[in-house]
């Protein structure tokens, strides 16, 4: 069973950084994409940002290109959301997620396994 236990997170004011962590275990990761989707008041959960865990590919949502950064450590078995200049409208609960045979990215619905949510408040 494959476990996603997430970090990180909590209020930073805009134009700040934050670090969020998903620690994942249960089985090898070979095959899998690891994602962060969000989900802000009133809004569906939408994609942010994944990585390919064998192959590092990333892709990102056009709203967060050049600001996250998606990244994993295969001997930690942890991905990570590196979120640079921070805007208001980042504000949202953030999930990491997890599947293999992942076939749109971008879809919530391909994904099996998340983690348990974290707030990301930015405070302008």
């Known amino acids: 069973q494959v476990q996603l236990v997430q970090s990180g997170g909590g209020v930073v004011q805009a134009g700040g950084s934050l670090r969020l962590s998903c620690a994942a275990s249960g089985r090898t990761f070979s095959g899998y994409v690891m994602a962060w989707f969000r989900q802000a008041p009133g809004k569906e959960r939408e994609f942010v940002a994944g990585?390919?865990?064998?192959?590092?590919?990333?892709f990102y949502a056009d709203s967060v290109k050049g600001r996250f950064s998606i990244s994993r450590d295969n001997a930690k078995n942890t991905v990570y959301l590196q979120m640079n200049s921070l805007k208001s409208e980042d504000t949202a609960v953030y999930y990491c997620?997890?599947?293999?045979?992942?076939?749109?990215?971008?879809?919530?619905?391909?994904?099996?396994?998340w983690g348990q949510g974290t707030q990301i408040t930015v405070s302008s």
């Open positions: 990585i390919w865990w064998s192959s590092g590919i990333t």
């Open positions: 997620a997890a599947d293999r045979g992942v076939a749109q990215i971008r879809d919530t619905q391909e994904y099996d396994y």
